[in-house]
Nanobody
């Protein structure tokens, strides 16, 4: 079992920055991919970006060059730094991890609202 706890999120003006973090606990040695997803009202959950155990990072085209994923292995934490936020980035953001046995785990979700 893996537990994921997110923090961060909130209300930010267009063009502003915001940072999210996701701390993992439990059977963390089984994790090989960690990622961020988001779900806007009335839309399907979509991938924002992910980082593999060998530190390969991929981003959705919609956030490339604006969002950055990083990791602090000592703290078992993954971060999502979001810059130049747009109203279209408004969504509930979810932390995710996949284990080597194929199991998916999700955080509780945190609301990000981009509005003036």
């Amino acid at each position: 079992q893996v537990q994921l706890v997110e923090s961060g999120g909130g209300l930010v003006q267009p063009g502003g920055p915001l940072s999210l973090s996701c701390a993992a606990s439990g059977n963390i040695f089984s994790i090989y991919i960690r990622g961020w997803y988001r779900q806007a009202p009335g839309k399907q959950r979509e991938l924002v970006g992910l980082i593999t155990s060998d530190s390969t990072i991929n981003y959705a085209d919609s956030v490339k060059a604006r969002f950055t994923i990083s990791r602090d292995n000592a703290q078992n934490t993954v971060f999502l730094q979001m810059n130049s936020l747009e109203p279209e980035d408004t969504a509930v953001y979810y932390c995710n991890c996949r284990t080597r046995t194929g199991r998916n785990y999700w955080g509780q979700g945190t609301q990000v609202t981009v509005s003036s």
